[in-house]
Structures are given as structure tokens and as C-alpha cells.
């Protein structure tokens, strides 16, 4: 048995002994990503149900790669041709897939804490793919493997978190994951993109962006989310650019080593210059290849799959 809790709720209610299971746990995983044939016999049988009330194109297939190369059987759930179309409540909507006895579910939805609600009307583990503006864990710990990975540990490391603070919940999963794992996390941003308890949170907070990145290990850059854009947090999307925009002249403020990430998708020539999006400090693409590895883990760790998570 796993020393995780039964669900994968939010990176704020776990502690750094399970933290630094899972990430240990998602790099033996990846090593089963880099083979020839990828799949292993690990949770065959097991019933795994991916329910997204919001769109998601690399999470989803993500989780669903994830479950498919150990072996488990997945069903997709859309809500728009649901019975959640028709006026169906969550809770029902919840209580009949619980009594097809799906293993379990990982969720999606736009309400903040629809995770917590599933996760009491069902006997199945409950994976957070995202809900509302509350977390983001399996993208926080997937941001944590891939740092550990480049930089040997997290203890110690400077992390700016830069852009649209206020409507992520990537970036509330990075800042309780890397201060668990003893990272010390900058959020940096215009005043009207933090969120309203920032000062709540255990991080510096910057609004210059050369200042907020300065001598730091990493920058993850966040999506400008330009659908909540019409409430004029910023003046313009072109003075955002201009003022938030990570691009190579400002990221020399940061460490000669630096990380740059993002959670994806980007939107090039707003919060992130292409040449740095595409450029030698980008591990991009080496976090999609680890979201995989960890929600591999989640879902081993979760069900109990043979001792020999490999599959040898």
C-alpha cells in the first residue's frame, strides 16, 4: 500500500513526504516512456474515468495516456453530451458513474472545490485535474519533477511564477508544492493579475518583472488567460507585452542556468517571446513528457498496482 492519501486534491493538503513519494515514484515511471513499447501490465482491470466539464487537449490525453500504458481501462466523459446537458446535477452525475464502480476519477471543472464535492459522493480515488481557480496539483508536481530533474533538488532554488496570478490555479499548486519541498517561490505580475490573498501566501511578490526575476533558478510563465480580459485588468494586450513579456533581454536578469517554463498553451509574442519559448533554457516540452510520468504515478500510487510498477 502507498503512503498517499486516497485522493489527489490539492498540493496545500499533502505533505513533503508524499510529494517526494510521487516524484520519486514518476521517475522510475518516465523510464517506461523512453522504451520501444510502451505499456506494462501493472493496473490491468482497473476502471479509470476521465470527467472534464472544461475543454483540455494536453491534461486530458495526458491522464489518458497515463492510465493506457499501465494497462487500465479508460472511459472519456463529456459533459456536453451528457446527461449534465439535460439539467443533471453533479451530484447524480457523480452517484451513477459511482455505481458502475469505476476505480477512479480524475475531474476537471470550472468550479473551484468541485474536486472536494466528488470526492465525498464516491468510494473511487478522485484525481484534481483542475478546478476553478483553486489547484492544478498534477501540474505542480510535474513542474516540480521537471525542475528536480535539471537542478538536482528543489531545497533552496528561487521560482518566479510571472503573469495572470490571479486566475491560476497552476500557479497556487507550484507555490504549496516548491515551499513544501523548501524552494522559496516569487510571484511577479501586475497589481491587478495577483490574486487577493497574496499576502496570505508564503512568497515575495514583485510587480517588475526584472526585479521579480533577478537571480533566480527558474521562471514559469503563465498564460495570459484573455478570456477574463474584458474586465480591463491591463490597459492592453500589447502593453502587457511590453511590460510582462518574458523575452532574452530580461531573462539575463536571472541566473546564467536558468529554467524557463510553461504550463501551456502559450500565447507566443504576449507573456513569452518565441526564441525563449523555443530557446536553450525552455524545458517546455520536457514537462509534458513528465506530466505523463506523474500522473502514471498517481494513478500506481492510487490503486495499488503490483509491487513491480515496471512491469519486468
Not at 514559469?220 to 480580459?229: A, F, H, K
Request: aromatic content about 4%.
Amino acid at each position: 500500500m502507498s503512503a498517499l492519501n486516497r485522493n489527489i486534491l490539492a498540493l496545500r493538503e499533502m505533505s513533503a513526504d508524499e510529494i517526494q513519494l510521487i516524484l520519486d515514484q514518476a521517475q522510475e515511471m518516465k523510464e517506461i516512456l523512453s522504451r520501444p513499447i510502451k505499456k506494462v501490465p501493472t493496473l490491468r482491470g482497473k476502471s479509470v474515468v476521465t470527467l472534464f466539464f472544461e475543454n483540455s487537449t494536453r491534461t486530458r490525453m495526458s491522464f489518458e495516456m497515463a492510465a493506457k500504458t499501465l494497462s487500465a481501462d479508460v472511459t472519456g466523459f463529456a459533459a456536453s453530451t451528457s446527461s449534465v446537458a439535460k439539467g443533471e446535477s453533479l451530484k447524480d452525475t457523480i452517484l451513477t458513474l459511482n455505481a458502475m464502480k469505476a476505480d477512479a476519477f480524475v475531474i476537471r471543472h470550472s468550479a473551484s472545490g468541485a474536486a472536494h464535492f466528488i470526492a465525498r459522493h464516491t468510494s473511487a480515488r478522485v484525481i484534481n485535474a483542475g478546478d476553478g481557480t483553486h489547484e492544478h496539483p498534477t501540474q505542480g508536481l510535474l513542474d516540480m519533477l521537471t525542475i528536480r530533474q535539471h537542478k538536482g533538488t528543489l531545497r533552496g532554488l528561487t521560482v518566479a511564477i510571472v503573469g495572470d496570478i490571479a486566475h491560476s490555479r497552476v500557479a497556487r499548486s507550484n507555490v504549496w508544492g516548491l515551499t513544501k519541498m523548501g524552494a522559496k517561490v516569487r510571484l511577479v505580475g501586475p497589481r491587478t493579475l495577483l490574486p487577493a490573498d497574496v499576502e496570505q501566501l508564503p512568497v515575495e511578490v514583485h510587480t517588475d518583472l526584472r526585479r521579480g526575476i533577478s537571480g533566480c533558478d527558474v521562471v514559469n510563465v503563465l498564460r495570459i488567460q484573455m478570456e477574463r480580459q474584458d474586465a480591463g485588468l491591463f490597459p492592453s494586450v500589447r502593453e502587457y507585452a511590453q511590460t510582462f513579456g518574458v523575452n532574452r533581454s530580461v531573462l539575463r536578469e536571472a541566473k546564467p542556468d536558468v529554467l524557463v517554463m510553461h504550463p501551456g498553451p502559450m500565447n507566443r509574442g504576449i507573456e513569452i517571446t518565441p526564441d525563449v519559448a523555443d530557446g536553450e533554457f525552455s524545458v517546455v516540452t520536457e514537462q509534458v513528457t513528465n506530466g505523463v510520468a506523474v500522473r502514471m504515478a498517481l494513478l500506481y500510487l492510487l490503486l495499488g498496482g503490483s509491487n513491480d510498477a515496471s512491469g519486468h
